[in-house]
């Protein structure tokens, strides 16, 4: 079974605060994204990452970075949180099939920015 | 440019009941896959389906059944003698051939509530 696991399942933190949001795969997956779920908008894109060390920009990457250190972790980091990221983090990986591969989730990191 | 439309925001169904729920895509690719996944109140994505654009055959799994017809660039879901546990929210997405590292396109998801 695929299993994605991230660090938190709630987080309460405060505007200005440093977050990190971990991510953690154990089937040995190339590719890991990570997406925020908003109501009425969907899953969108922050940012993926196809090898260690290689990152790209999603479709709203503002306010955030990652970082792949090794390959079955991935990070997202609001360096500043602000109100406006209130929202569900999903993580996901998948193997390096390109587009026909599916993605596994984890179970989600509920952030509240305060 | 891409995108994955599902224009039923919420559906209430009693249980046994079928329903189903719509997911219309666009994409300028003649290669793409398609994918519907489950969110149950736990928040962890349940994958259900993959479906490649040249394969229009109908899936069924149990109560669960597909319908893909690119004609209408539609990918329904249907759920037969709906259960209370299928209350969730469902989201359709779309990855394309060119998308590096299978990018998904989700729509904006649909939460079916199935009362008893």
């Known amino acids: ?114 | 440019a891409q995108k994955v439309t599902q224009a039923q925001t919420e559906i209430s169904v009693v249980e046994k009941e079928d329903v189903t729920l719509d997911c219309v895509y666009e994409t300028r690719d003649t290669t793409y896959y398609l994918f519907w996944y489950k969110q149950p109140p736990s928040g962890e994505l349940v994958f259900l389906i993959r479906r490649n654009s040249f394969d229009e055959q109908n899936e069924i799994s149990g109560r669960y059944s597909w319908n893909f017809q690119k004609s209408t660039s539609s990918f329904n879901f249907t759920i037969t003698a709906s259960q209370v546990v299928d209350s969730a929210v469902y989201f359709c997405a779309l990855s394309e051939v060119y998308n590096q590292g299978g990018k998904l396109i989700f729509g904006q998801g649909t939460e079916l509530s199935v009362k008893p």
């Open chain 1, 1 to 114: 079974d695929v299993k994605v696991t991230q660090s938190s399942r709630y987080l309460v933190k405060r505007t200005g605060e440093k977050v990190f949001l971990e991510c953690v795969q154990d089937m040995d997956h190339e590719n890991m994204f990570w997406y925020r779920q908003d109501p009425g908008l969907g899953l969108r894109l922050i940012y993926f990452s196809y090898d260690v060390k290689m990152k790209e920009k999603g479709d709203i990457p503002e306010g955030y970075s990652v970082s792949r250190e090794k390959k079955e972790r991935f990070s997202l980091i609001l360096e500043s949180a602000s109100t406006n990221q209130t929202s569900m983090y999903l993580c996901a990986s998948s193997p390096n099939g390109g587009t026909r591969e599916t993605q596994y989730f984890g179970p989600g990191t509920r952030l509240l920015v305060l």
